[in-house]
């Protein structure tokens, strides 16, 4: 185990709404471990039947949940005179429409797969892309309108891998997940700075992201990855239910 003082976990699993956690916590029923070595132990994390996600609306107060009781939304952007609303089909495409109030105005931009959108100085930005077969792409779309009425849209800004979730780490900062690591944006230039890259997580589907204290949590398949800050690069550790620390290979099933 690695940095015992930072260890970070959520309420024991199968709670239906468990309570906020904060650095320096450490929920009964769960514990930290390195992350996964060998590609057969990432294999079999790719097998595993649950899947965790991170929730929570500050830096220092997250819930970690089970995948299968939190709700897509979808992606949609409320303006006062309208939505933006995204549709993502996967391998089948998608788009992004937008429904004005008033009648009149609207459009479809077809041909991408929309994940995940922040507002920024009034603009909207969206990133998309597809991870499928061979194929692992993505990139950000700005949308705005200045002090007119049209839509200008620009990009796309090339991420490089698919974007599955995002968060505000400050006012323009946009902290990305993708399916390979982290990407920190910088809205303002829309400049991407990779913060942590693992080729392994293709295989372990990370969808959400939150902050809690200088950390980051990340929720995927069978634990949740939290990166710690070590100088200017970040080390990799797994949060796992503690009754299933390991998953034996090959049949994949937990051991204590």
């Known amino acids: 185990m690695l940095w015992a003082s930072w260890i970070v976990m959520a309420a024991a699993a199968g709670t239906a709404a468990p309570p906020p956690i904060a650095e320096g916590e450490v ?5 930290v471990v ?3 070595r060998e590609a057969a132990d990432w294999s079999c994390i790719n097998q595993s039947p649950e899947h965790w996600k991170v929730q929570g609306d500050s830096a220092d107060r997250v819930s970690i949940v089970a ?6 939304p979808g992606l949609r952007v409320e303006l006062p005179d309208g939505v933006l609303v995204g549709e993502n089909r996967g391998e089948w495409g998608g788009s992004i429409e937008w429904q004005p109030k008033r009648p009149g105005g609207g459009f479809a931009y077809d041909g991408l797969n929309p994940a995940v959108a922040t507002v920024f100085n009034g603009d909207v930005f969206i990133a998309e892309g597809l991870m499928h077969m061979d194929q692992n792409r993505g990139s950000v779309l700005r949308f705005g309108r ?3 009425p049209r839509w200008r849209i620009t990009g796309p800004h090339e991420l490089g891998a698919a974007p599955t979730a995002g968060v505000r780490a400050n006012n323009s900062d946009w902290m990305l997940v993708t399916s390979v690591g982290v990407i920190r944006m910088e809205l303002p230039r829309l400049w991407p700075h990779t913060l ?6 293709e295989q372990i589907y990370p969808d959400s992201i939150r902050p809690l204290g200088r950390s980051w949590l990340i929720g995927a398949r069978h634990g949740v990855i939290r990166l710690v800050p070590l100088g200017e690069r970040y080390i990799e550790q797994w949060l796992v239910p503690a009754s299933c620390r390991q998953l034996k290979v090959p049949d994949c099933k937990c051991a204590a």
Request: charged content about 25%; proline content about 13%; cysteine-free.
């Open 27 to 31: 929920p009964k029923g769960w514990v």
């Open 34 to 36: 390195d992350p996964p």
């Open 67 to 72: 995948a299968a009781a939190t709700a897509d």
């Open 146 to 148: 200045g002090d007119g």
């Open 196 to 201: 942590y890259r693992n080729r392994q997580w």
